[in-house]
């Protein structure tokens, strides 16, 4: 780095604080991750097999989230990511997860004082 | 067209930096509004999410749809969604998430400045979105077959009486809940439709960012195309993750 | 105005005065190096030459409809005219000029000046995102041309999707284009206020005005891809005829407008918010003071977009949704409103022990603070649940968005328009003709739309094309405001072109204000500057700028 | 001073024709009212609040007497006032507001209940006595009148603005609001909600009548035979009387006492059982099986109109024996079978 930058582009400055170093995952890291979700696929049909009633959604949910937790945290890194990038998948969740509860508060109590 | 302006710009009698200005320019990939290639690099990667974060407020609307008609007609959709393949969905499912593997190696590999060895990993998660790509358009031609396309020409005869279709392991529904089947499948087109336009919108990307590799724009440090369309492959395959389950299996296990 | 010692221009010597050679209009020549371009300055005027050109277009429209509603009698067009007229308004309005008016425009210029950055993080995406407005523009204008659409702005289904032959479709289509211009543009603001900020440049040293483009972003990014596809829906049940939102086939027409309104609330903030930031840098550079409360002020920003997300239900009180989730939407509705009245307050007290002068943008500026004031509360009248029973889908409704947002958000882009003219078009506009035209703007405005508050009390209902005779009176004279706001706002058109060539030269820094932009020449170079800058103050620190001597900044030519 | 002639004329209908707050005649107005009073106060205070301070310190502190101004960061004490306070009157507003909103939509039960039916553009009224209104409705005075109300097609919204009521009226589900008019008169009757190309002629008059005046009115207009009747003729034209005999070793279930009751339902939950369940169960039977019958009710989607749909519920309503279903039951043609008549019914 020259000189110069050090200066004015200290990454560790005060204007990026959201910086981080850059990781590299390694094809090992990777194939674990890939046997995780070969797995996990699996498991999901076979769940879907046995009756287990209000369960099987919950439980097929479950694993599709892990799995989505993984490819996110591995495969695209956030792991190894700033906080900003952390936070900025939370967020769409967040946003996702409101979209859901409030419109689901209308729905769900429609039929309230019905019975 | 580039957009380096400050290179577009013939006169630069700037008494200041003129030197300096150019010496942290590494790769001729760096664009000089940024101050240093990591800015840049940072930039583009939370650009990407931020991309990301839309996408999945777009797929939300839809995931919430089929969250509100499978609790109102459950009826109706366990045997419409019945009515698809596990084999071929699951077949599906592992194809993608070995394409996904590959894009993670192909990152690997452009960061670790393998040429051969990202191109040959790009192909392969061409390869195997193409396969899973094929496979949807055998299924979605079957269920074309089977009338369950929705529209005009949607039959409901199969779910109000399978046996008639030689079908034996489902039970018969009244019409009128048949009908919401349409709402069914209209979400599984809708959602299943935009999952694959994604997919052909990446492979398109993918055959790109194949010959640029080939050109060696890859092997030199500069990762940001690659890592940035990674994350936008691996998203596509997480609604995936999301969609078998919830198309495919929502009620799986034999008739009480 | 009289004395020179009430106002604080400090233009250059006007016979020595001389435009720079070297700046960001000249730099190169021919429509292809501006259609072309990645200049985040040159890609925000293409923005304000297309926005004010819609603008005109929909305030025609409002024209048309003002006419037909002098009279009781539906006799200036038939019924299908008529509400097609209102449509076409509303979604030009609403997402050709309002959404993109101060972010694409001004935003688009300042943000990165502002940061002390070369450019946004993505120059070609800014500039695809104007091609996309572009398209957007011409498919609306298409649906326009073939025979224009009629489902009101708020597309109700079923009508939209069953009951209507116009052109929804490609109505639709357009819009969403048109989203994902804005989606483009608030990525490139949120990355860049996160990644491009100068050396020294912390979050709280940022200036107002950037810290509610940020909210907006954050509005812009996580909602419209939710109208996105809402309007795909829409489109996919007419042409394909499915029902999901079609109660003959088990869909739920209110699943549409949870969708719809999920964008469409956060969206009225998307409006606002960019306003209120061009607010915060006025009000503070004319009373020479730095902003009361900046923390606040700016953490109201977040708040309200924050806020913004969780009350779309109050469009939809009355249509059948559960009474107890109707109660939560009030309440929050509520919250919502209390970090507007913050920053009314905080602007307020930034008057005080100022030292204030009366500048045009001055002038809109108390404008939208007046007339924001009355229309977030009438906001309150509609978030009351009760209330709104009486005075949803009336003129009550009418007058309070307009006063939200003509009076709000259109006052504050022709505050900032004025404001930073100078700094776009290096020359001042006519200083007592646009006095003159804010004065005519702001009497034209009650004119208008006081009258529909009582007229919406009284029940007529909005989206009429003809009313009962008793509501004539105050009709007429909303119609009366509408002449005169139409030529309030062709005046600052006229004067604003004559002033490129013939406004005196403006000098870097007329207003002797605080922000960075202001320490560069005007109009700025293509690179804004030659070395970036490193923050070492405040923002709104006037007693930095009293002290700065020799050391500017940059100042080239 | 030349006034011209059109403008006087306008003056002078301002003073005699027209009015700021519209007239009260139902026993909500009062309240509804006095809310708006309450927040155009606020609004005022606000507006005036606001105006006095940016007024006062643009006069006080303006550059030709205070021409150096003082730096202020802000002050902590002052923005907690002008948080809490707006706060609390927002929240008083909510308060009042949930009140006013819960007292409108929720009928009282003594309530006259009349079905109003919206379609693409015309309100059509339907009494128990069997009147039909098009494009208005006659009440009479102090009495709670509860509307049910659908729409065929689009959502409209009936809006009675000198009542302070109104709703959305929806397709495929009723909703529900009450008034009790005060005084007699003439009222507008307004489709609030956008409906397509003639919303603004989708208008009409609502009548408030002395109560004796009603029942002589109902009596010119009836038609001859009541909601119920009529429902009791599409009862047996449909076919229902061939499962639903009242017999309790049937198929299907007795519909006697039905109305007001509550459902055990086949998948355990307990189901009041209003109009909209009935109307819900003749269009989408298979959704609501009762606990220990099976689900072969044919679906009358599409055969049986909003209107035959009302008079169905309203049979239904004051449906208390199975007798006069099994005397029907000797006479009518129909065999086991569900019906296979196509199209509607039109009552
Ligand atoms: C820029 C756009 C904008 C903004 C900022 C707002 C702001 C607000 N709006 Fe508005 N609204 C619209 C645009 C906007 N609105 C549009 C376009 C529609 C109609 C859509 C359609 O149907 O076509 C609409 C409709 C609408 C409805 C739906 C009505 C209905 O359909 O029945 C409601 C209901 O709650 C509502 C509420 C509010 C509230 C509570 C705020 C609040 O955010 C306001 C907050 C501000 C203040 C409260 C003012 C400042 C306060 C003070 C200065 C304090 C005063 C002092 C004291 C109290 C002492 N709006
Ligand atoms: C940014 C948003 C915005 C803006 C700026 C305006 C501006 C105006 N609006 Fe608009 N309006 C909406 C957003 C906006 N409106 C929305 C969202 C709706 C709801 C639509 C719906 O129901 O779906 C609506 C609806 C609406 C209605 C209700 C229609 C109905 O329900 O039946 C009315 C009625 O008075 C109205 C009037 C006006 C007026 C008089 C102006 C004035 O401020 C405009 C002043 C401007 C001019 C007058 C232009 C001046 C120029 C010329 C006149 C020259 C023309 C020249 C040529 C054509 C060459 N508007
Ligand atoms: Cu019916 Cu408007
Ligand atoms: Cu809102």
Redesign the pocket.
Known sequence: MTAHEQHYHDPANVTNPEHSEHHIVSPVQYSMVFGALLLGTLLTVLAADVDLGAMNPVIALGIASTKAVIVILFFMHVKYQSHLIKMTVACGFFTFLVLITLTLSDYVSRAWGLW | MDNSIVTTEPLMPRETAVHEEHEHVFIPQHRHHFETEEQQREAGSFGMWLFLLTEIMFFGGLFFAYLLYRNWYYDAFVPASNFLSVTLGGTNTAILITSGFFMALAVWAAEVRKKQFLVIALILTTLFGLAFISIKYVEWHDEWVHRHVPGASFDISEFVSPKAHGITDQKPISPDMAEHCQIFFFLYFAMTGMHALHMIIGIGLLVWLILRAQRGDFSAGYVAPIENFGLYWHFVDIVWLFLFPLLYLINRHPLK | MSATSTTILNLPDQTTAAIPKKNYISSEHGLLSWLLTGDHKRIAMLYLISITFFFFIGGAFAGLIRLELLTPQPDLVASDTYNKFFTMH?IIM?FLF?VPSVPATLGNFLIPIMLGARDLAFPKINLLSWYLYLAGGTLTLAALVLGGVDT???FTTPLSTHYLNTHVVTTASAIFVAGFSSIFTGLNFIVTIHRMRCPGMTWFRMPLFVWSHYAASILMVLGTPVLAISLTLVGLERLVGIGVFDPTKGGDPLLFQHLFWFY?HPA??I??LPGMGVISEVVSTFSRKRVFGYTAVAFSSVA?ALFGFF?WE??M??MGVSNYSALVF?LL??L??VP??IK??NWSFTLQKGSITFETPMLYAFGFMGL??I???T??F??ALGM?IQ???TYF?VA??HF??VG??LMAFLSGVHFWWPKMTGRMYPESLSKLAAVVTFIGFILTFMPQFIVGYLGMPRRYHAYPPEYQVLNVLSTAGATVLGVGYMLPILYLAWSLKYGAIAGNNPWQATGLEWQIQSPPLTENFTEIPVMDHEAYDYEWLEHKTQNEVTTVG | MGISEVLWQYLVKWLTNSALFPREASTIAPYMDALYFFLIG?TV??LV??LLLIGGFSFRYRKAVHPVAEQIEGSTLLEAIWTI??LG??LVTFVWGALLYFRIYTPPVNSMNIYIVGKQWMWKAEHPGGQHEINELHVPIGQPIQLTMISQDVFHSYSLPEFRVKREVIPGRYTTVWFQATTPGTYHLFCTQYCGTDHSKMVGEITAMLPEDYKKWTELSTSGMSLAQNGERIFASMGCNACHTGNASNRAPSLAGLYGSKVQMANGSIQLADAAYIRDVILNPSQHVPAGYAPIMPTYKGQISEDGLIALVEYLKQLNTNYRIQQTQTTSVSDQAAPTTPGMVKP
Do not use: C, K, Q
């Open positions: 509303g609403v309002l009101g702005w708020t469409s009225v903030y409006m606002i309200i009350v109050h469009h009180f009355i009030s509705s509520m919502v409103a507007s009245a009314i307050f924001f004031t229309g977030g509360l906001g309150i509609l978030a709104d005075l949803t889908e409704i309070h968005f939200v947002m709000g958000m | 606020v205070v606000g609040l606001v306070i707006p009157i927002f």
